[in-house]
């Protein structure tokens, strides 16, 4: 089982250019995460999908976009890379709302330069 | 959601009970308190929740005292491989949405 796969592992990225970074998960959960992790912040979320079809923004969203077309694919969208979102990205899913537990990908790590 | 307060780091010998503190003063009656780990350059890994009860697995035990606004996790018997970042969330249940909101966590550091 593969539970939740990002890609890519690693990028390095120009400023002004757009970038994808892809999730998917094998467990059909309803709903999905991004967040960001930086050096002495923790985690962030940025968006979130409580199903397919529907998204939200969390605490972090400005730059990013998020679509959620089907149950599996969650893909974070950066529409023109700046240097402050070098960051580490982590994917997460859940069963659904409520008291449910999340799980996470490895993360990708992107550089903006 | 809750706002948590934890120990920005802590030490514990390898093979000793590690005890890691949360204050959470303001939960409400319907918040419950999960705990997190991240060992370095990996995502987050559920360790365990509860509401009100002690709650134990096979990875640790959470105390929750009595009015709610601490809690407790414990491992029982650290190994080297539970160095990590453990994070202490309160959400509420049943909410609009599952998203979990992370603080800095508490940085264990299991001795040899």
């Known amino acids: 089982i593969a539970g939740i796969t990002q890609a890519p592992t690693s990028q390095i990225l120009a400023a002004g250019r757009r970038m994808t970074l892809r999730c998917t998960q094998d467990?059909?959960?309803?709903?999905m995460y991004w967040y960001r992790q930086d050096l002495g912040l923790g985690l962030r979320l940025i968006h979130y999908?409580?199903?397919?079809?529907?998204?939200g923004k969390g605490e972090v969203p400005d730059g990013y976009s998020v679509s959620r077309a089907n149950t599996d694919d969650f893909p974070l969208t950066l529409a023109s890379a700046v240097p402050s979102q070098t960051s580490v990205y982590f994917c997460?899913?859940?069963?659904?709302?409520?008291?449910?537990?999340?799980?996470f990908g490895q993360g990708t790590r992107l550089t903006v330069v | 959601d809750a706002k948590t307060t934890q120990p920005t780091s802590m030490d514990c010998a390898e093979g000793r009970a590690a005890n890691l503190p949360c204050n959470h003063s303001?939960?409400?009656?319907?918040?419950?308190v999960y705990w997190y780990r991240q060992i370095h350059s990996q995502g987050p890994q559920y360790i365990i929740h509860?509401?009100?009860n002690n709650e134990t697995n096979e990875m640790a035990s959470l105390i929750i005292t009595e009015d709610r606004k601490s809690s407790t996790l414990i491992l029982p018997h650290a190994t080297l491989r539970d160095t990590a970042v453990y994070y202490c969330?309160?959400?509420?249940?049943?909410?609009?949405?599952?998203?979990?909101?992370f603080g800095t966590g508490t940085l264990l550091a299991v001795q040899p």
């Open positions: 997460a899913s859940s069963e659904g709302t409520g008291n449910s537990i999340a799980f």
């Open positions: 969330i309160v959400r509420k249940y049943g909410g609009a949405t599952n998203k979990l909101i």
């Open positions: 303001t939960i409400s009656g319907n918040e419950y």
């Open positions: 467990m059909r959960h309803n709903a």
């Open positions: 509860g509401l009100k």
């Open positions: 999908s409580n199903t397919a079809g529907t998204t």
